[in-house]
Nanobody, 116 residues
């Protein structure tokens, strides 16, 4: 059974940092897969914030560029999102997403709250 399991969310003050992790089933952890982090704030649509394209390039939304870094560990089948200089508008539920061989997979999400 394919699984994506996120962890690492929490409450952090503005300017703080968090690292999110997404453990991905080995069967879909491929350098040819699209792997991304989305977030959804209350009352807003889910948006893509960072990704590895199927070609292996990193992409970032304008709102997080320069503050967030996506990375992955192929030995651990894990995708990470390092978030620095967090702002209250970064608050939301963060979801890991993998698209591979015509199928799309989502994790259950992890909550990030940026507040003093």
């Amino acid at each position: 059974q394919v699984q994506l399991v996120e962890s690492g969310g929490g409450l952090v003050p503005p300017g703080g940092s968090l690292t999110l992790s997404c453990a991905v089933s080995q069967s879909i952890f491929s350098r040819h897969a699209f792997m991304g982090w989305y977030r959804q704030a209350p009352g807003k649509e889910r948006e893509l914030v960072a990704s590895f394209t199927s070609g292996g390039s990193r992409t970032y939304s304008d709102s997080v560029k320069g503050r967030f870094t996506i990375s992955r560990d192929t030995t651990q089948n894990t995708v990470y999102l390092l978030m620095n200089s967090l702002k209250p508008e970064d608050t939301g539920k963060y979801y890991c997403n993998v698209q591979y061989r015509g199928s799309t997979y989502w994790g259950q999400g992890t909550q990030v709250t940026v507040s003093s």
